[in-house]
């Protein structure tokens, strides 16, 4: 079997590593992949629609995983299918469940899915008008894809019209501003929850906790994710009843009324209050960093269950009886302005984790920043705090210039 995979994060660094002793794949393509995914099979430069089309129409690709949302709002799993190739993942229009915060808004609520009240608006005074009337903080979301930057939570009138004139007037995130969703902020703690789909059921993963802060303590402007871990520490068997009868068994039951039949990865963003467990958000992906603590205390073979999944069956995933810490370790300024391109030294002494990266790339024989997030360090124990020690040890080894992590992944 050769198997492309779509992306450059730690996500599809993880993936890699999951697929990479199975006996069955021949060869592994990454497009546009990342140092990690170098070593496990042969990274290639198409990164449109059609490009990746005709790369897998040419080297007869048994099976495509996408990593990242915006193919898949693009349509890469419509025309995919068209030329009959197998890859796992949504068509567009489900893919829209993460590409219109509107839309997957209208669903929670035509569904019963315990979300936050909100309202969306396509009109620029009638937002303006509507916020004058709330009481503070709100939470403002461009509807369309803005690269995880465009949720804003207003602690007062002024910041709400500032942002609403930001997203809709000067449109600083583009299209993606025309509609906005303004909903009542929630307190409590975040929990990840990734599902997989077969097409009539969903099969959920162990929840991760995702630390979405980028300093210590949870200061600082909401990134792509800093670190995780698995399970979530915090979210009870109790939390979980709630997440399966308010928001799961609803949404699949919406799935199948709008004859939604997908096949892939459906990802529950949620929040848990005093009230109980309510659904932020649906991406139709994998998380980052939340892959990475997924699939090393996976027990299955990842090829076998997307295979399953394909072809309609049920699955049964097993977990093992251990803990995952994810550390991501960022290039300075970010998630806003960074400088790139310095070296990754020391890598030949890590000894306690697996490195996966992300924002680096080969120079030579030298290994290079080039993102944001650079890379992440993975690593299981019987507990928390073993599995948390190995990462920080091996993160004290690691050096390049500027670089930054959160101290507090896994501490609880
Ligand atoms: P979203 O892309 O909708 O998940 O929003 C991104 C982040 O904004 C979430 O992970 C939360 O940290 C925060 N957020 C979104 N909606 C709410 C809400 N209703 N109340 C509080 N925080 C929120
Ligand atoms: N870590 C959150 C996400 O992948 O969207």
Not at 10 to 34: P, Q
Not at 97 to 126: C, P, R, W
Not at 137 to 144: D, F, L, N
Not at 237 to 257: M, R, S, V
Request: aromatic share 10%.
């Amino acid at each position: 079997m050769k198997i492309l995979i779509v992306g450059n994060g730690g996500r599809e660094s993880a993936i890699a590593v999951k697929l990479k002793d199975d006996k069955r794949i021949s060869k592994m393509y990454f497009a546009k992949g990342n140092p990690t995914t170098a070593k496990l099979g042969q990274n290639v430069y198409e990164d449109s629609v059609e490009g990746l089309r005709d790369f897998a129409i040419k080297e007869r690709i048994d099976l495509t995983i996408v990593g990242p949302e915006a193919p898949l709002v693009e349509g890469i799993v419509d025309e995919f299918k068209k030329h009959n190739l197998k890859i796992f993942g949504p068509r567009r229009k489900t893919a829209l469940l993460e590409g219109s915060k509107a839309f997957s808004k209208k669903f929670m609520q035509t569904n019963n899915i315990k979300t936050a009240k909100a309202v969306v608006f396509d009109a620029y005074h009638d937002a303006i008008d509507y916020v004058r009337n709330l009481k503070f903080p709100i939470v403002i979301k461009a509807s369309g894809l803005a690269g995880g930057k465009g949720v804003v939570i207003a602690e007062d009138l002024n910041e709400a019209e500032a942002t609403i004139h930001k997203f809709m007037i000067e449109r600083i995130y583009g299209d993606a501003g025309i509609q906005l969703v303004i909903e009542e902020y929630l307190r409590g703690f975040e929990a990840s929850i990734i599902a997989f789909a077969n097409g009539t059921e969903l099969f959920p993963c162990i929840p991760v906790k995702d630390y979405k802060k980028a300093e210590t303590g949870d200061y600082g402007p909401n990134t792509g994710g800093m670190g995780s871990v698995a399970p979530s520490p915090e979210f009870t068997a109790e939390h979980y009843k709630d997440f399966q009868e308010n928001i799961l068994a609803p949404t699949l039951a919406g799935l199948n009324a709008a004859d939604i039949h997908f096949k892939g990865f459906i990802f529950f963003g949620l929040m848990v209050t005093a009230d109980g467990t309510y659904l932020l958000e649906y991406n139709l992906r994998l998380g980052d960093p939340e892959t990475q603590v997924i699939f090393p205390l996976m027990e299955n073979s990842l090829y076998d269950v997307i295979i399953d999944c394909l072809e309609g069956k049920p699955i049964d995933l097993k977990w093992k009886n251990e803990k995952a810490v994810c550390l991501v370790m960022c290039s300075g300024g970010y998630p806003r302005v960074i400088e790139t391109g310095f070296e990754i030294k020391n890598l030949d002494k890590v000894e306690n984790s697996e490195v996966l990266f992300a924002g680096a790339r080969a120079l030579g024989d030298k290994i290079l920043t080039s993102g944001g997030r650079v890379l992440s360090l993975v690593a299981t124990g019987a507990t928390y705090g073993e599995a948390r020690d190995k990462v920080y040890k091996d993160a004290l080894t690691i050096k390049f210039d500027y670089g930054f992590y959160r101290h507090d992944i896994g501490k609880f």
